[in-house]
């Protein structure tokens, strides 16, 4: 029996939406292993039997006489712990459409789900009057081109590296900080280590030699700390990191050999250092900033010793718990007036390429409409990041941005490949939900990633096990998205996150000897794989079944991947071929 209540379809949304200006993409959730088969009904609502009322959004009887219903197979996507995942494409001939689903259930059920009812249509009779009442289909109203997502699509074409630029390269140890330490102390909170954008200049050789085509900064804005997060001027580079200069050369040198350039924007918070939260802080309510910020009393800075404040019920609002990150209200129109022309200044008078933004569900969605309008309105092909570490389809209908930082499949991967903490099912449906969460257009787009300046390196998730790390960046690389490396991976740097996110921001290697540059070789390969085979982005992954408990193998284009994630040699069966895996090791078959 086809269990009812585990049927899904929610419109305008992941499972209903405009892929293109033409083409409709449509899904349907039902109970695991139950449907046989679904078919879409779908057709124009204007469409009605000779005589019949030419209305398509009528209800109760006149809603009888709809013959513009045309019959389209829906592929099974995919399957995740309970549930199969049913996908199907329409173009409509006057971009409308009404449409339901036909459910053929294994024990001879066939039923038809509409947005109304649930109808058992077994009976001919019945079903003749039920496909012809257009009032139980659900509606896609119109496909207006403006509310299409249009990602720009070099993203899908882009190897990604991060940069922290704080310890990525010195290349004028003259503008570092007071108090620089030698390249490669030991980091903490609160230590500089000279990097810069000139050194940045210098490694751009290195950086188009590994392969990589775009390049992602944490902050570079003029700022207190080491990471820069808390920004006290938007409008001028930090000058120890060379000041406009240094990034209007780099912005040259960067696209001159076809690389992409991608800013931190951080609206969430400004630093505790900024002139306009140091205005608050002298003028109180009186300030003219006083309303850019979320204050629940003045004066901001409480008059008891420090020891004394109730960090979880300040008096103001912050970024988590930091009180030097105080958060901006982006409601404050003056506010929002001045955020969004440092959006549109980056973009108009340095040509960057793209926008992370920091914190970006935090900031209201209103703020990122705009956003979007004056970033896309300077550059259309701008790409628009966010960072959401969470499920986030409601910033992702076309007006705000254009992909998300794939955190829930970095999750799934080093669950598996790092820490054992899935099973091989576990890790299949984990992949495949994050494939069906979003629209395919928005996965081609996805920034995926293993590490960052806010995770553990990925080696060190896995164990110093480098073989293991391995498994990681080669299934990341054959995913749909932009893949990411952060700084330093390549040559196997290590380092935890810790309490205070230090050990994972260590000074770039630059001394060979101290480099694995076998392991950079690899990821070479990974590179220039990813960059030969475009189906690798294809937005859709194909199974293939292995009999071993710890062994996966997945089909992607012409290619099969077969993957051994345990410490024992394995030969498992893929079709005809018996294939040989060493621990931890894998094969490529179809190159």
Known sequence: MITKSSIVHTPKSADAYAFNKETLHLRLRTAINEVEKVTLWIGDPYH??????????????????????????????????????????????????????????????????????????????????????????????????????????????????QIFPERFANGRPEISPAGVQPWGTEPTEHNFMGGDLWGVIDKLDYLQDLGVNGLYFCPIFTANCNHKYDTVDYYNVDPHFGGNEAFKAFVKEAHRRGMKIMLDAVFNHIGDKSPLWLDVVEKGQDSKYADWFWINEFPVYPDTPKDQWDFWNFNYET?????????????????????????????????????????????????????????????PDCYILGEIWHEGMAWLRGEQYDSLMNYPMTQAITDFFAHNLSDKQGFINDVSRSYMSYPRNVNKAMFNLLDSHDTSRIISLCGGDKAKAKLAYLFMFTQVGSPCIYYGGEVGMDGDRGMSYD?????????????????????????????????????????????????????????????????????????????????????????
């Open 319 to 379: 970024f988590a718990n930091v009180l030097e990150m105080p958060k901006l209200n982006t409601e404050n129109e003056e506010c929002r007036a001045y955020l969004l022309d440092v959006a549109r200044h980056w973009v108009e008078e340095f040509d960057i390429d793209g926008w992370r933004l920091d914190v970006a569900n935090e900031v209201d969605h209103e703020f990122w409409r705009d956003f979007r309008k004056v970033v896309k309105g300077v550059k």
């Open 503 to 591: 050990k994972n921001r260590r000074c770039m290697v630059w001394d060979e000897n101290k480099q694995d540059l076998e392991f950079r070789q690899f990821i070479q390969q990974m590179i220039q794989l990813r960059l030969s085979h475009p189906e690798l982005n294809d937005p859709s992954i194909s199974w293939v079944d292995v009999a071993d408990e710890q062994c996966i193998a997945y089909q992607r284009g012409r290619l099969t991947f077969v993957l051994n994630n345990s410490d024992s040699a394995k030969a498992v069966q893929i079709g005809l071929q018996q294939v040989e895996l060493e621990p931890y090791g894998y094969q490529i078959l179809g190159l």
């Open 48 to 161: 009605w039997a000779e005589g019949g009322l030419d209305g398509g959004n009528l209800g109760g009887s006149e809603a009888h006489g709809w013959v513009g219903g045309n019959e389209v197979k829906m592929s099974l996507e995919g399957q995740t712990e309970h549930h199969d995942h049913w996908f199907a494409e329409f173009t409509p001939p006057k971009r409308r459409s009404r449409y339901g689903f036909i459910l053929h259930g294994k024990t001879g059920e066939k039923l038809v789900y509409g947005e109304k009812r649930i109808v058992d249509i077994s009976d001919p009779a019945v079903e003749e009057v039920e496909m012809s009442n257009i009032s139980n289909f659900f509606c896609f109203p119109y496909i207006n081109p403006r509310d299409v997502l249009e990602t720009p699509q070099w993203v899908e074409n882009t190897i990604w590296y």
